[in-house]
């Protein structure tokens, strides 16, 4: 089994994804409130009664969303912070 390695870009790539994430559930209202995005009345009535109900999970979505997003940024931070100290510790004093 390989071994699974973490660097400082894929820890600070996946708190910028969550936080583009985060962005379009926070701006979707946009989207939805634009015009006939769907053409057809069936369609735009069953999405209809989707977004009826997804703006209620939507919430909800976003609270755990925002709360994985700090935290993740919180551990990129940190993992960054370990590296520089691992490198400073092996490095020798001139």
């Known amino acids: 089994m390989a071994d699974l390695v973490v660097t400082s ?3 600070d790539e996946a708190a910028e994804q969550l936080k583009s994430v985060l962005h379009e559930l926070e701006n979707m209202k ?3 409130d634009d015009g006939d995005l769907w053409g057809h009345r069936t369609v735009k009535n069953a ?3 989707f977004v ?4 209620v999970k939507r919430e909800k979505l976003q609270e755990n969303l925002k709360d ?3 935290k993740m940024e919180k551990a990129a931070e940190t993992w960054n ?7 400073k510790s092996l490095t020798p004093e001139s």
């Not at 009826?52 to 703006?55: A, H, I, P, Q, T």
């Not at 912070?81 to 490198?87: A, D, G, H, M, Q």
Request: charged share 30%.
């Open 30 to 32: 946009e989207l939805w």
């Open 81 to 87: 912070n370990t590296e520089i100290e691992l490198e």
């Open 47 to 49: 999405m209809g009664d």
């Open 9 to 11: 870009i894929a820890v």
């Open 68 to 70: 994985l997003q700090d």
């Open 52 to 55: 009826d109900s997804w703006w």
